[in-house]
């Protein structure tokens, strides 16, 4: 269960990356540049992924009726909806 505590908390990170990366597309020129490219990959690639990867492991763990008790819940229901933006904003 440590692992999936861990990559809950990875899947935060890369959200809140991808807020900023969102933010980063408005800005004309950003501070760094290199900084910024961290932001959009962390943001728009590697969020994705760990949303899918985690929220499906939740999925899993949900469905075979075992605990969720050591994840805080606003971290699965957070995952869980930057998982819906981000694939309304895929699929738009």
Do not use: E, T
Not at 7 to 29: P, T
């Amino acid at each position: 269960m440590g692992f999936l505590r861990m990559l809950n908390r990875a899947a935060f990170i890369c959200n809140v990356c991808f807020l900023l990366a969102l933010s980063i597309l408005w800005i004309r020129h950003p501070v760094d540049p290199g900084l910024a490219s961290l932001i959009i990959v962390m943001g728009f690639v590697l969020s994705i992924i760990l949303n899918l990867l985690v929220n499906g492991w939740h999925l899993i763990r949900r469905l075979s009726k075992k605990s969720l008790r050591d994840i805080p819940r606003p971290f699965i229901y957070l995952n869980f909806g930057f998982l819906i933006l981000q694939l309304i904003l895929l699929l738009k």
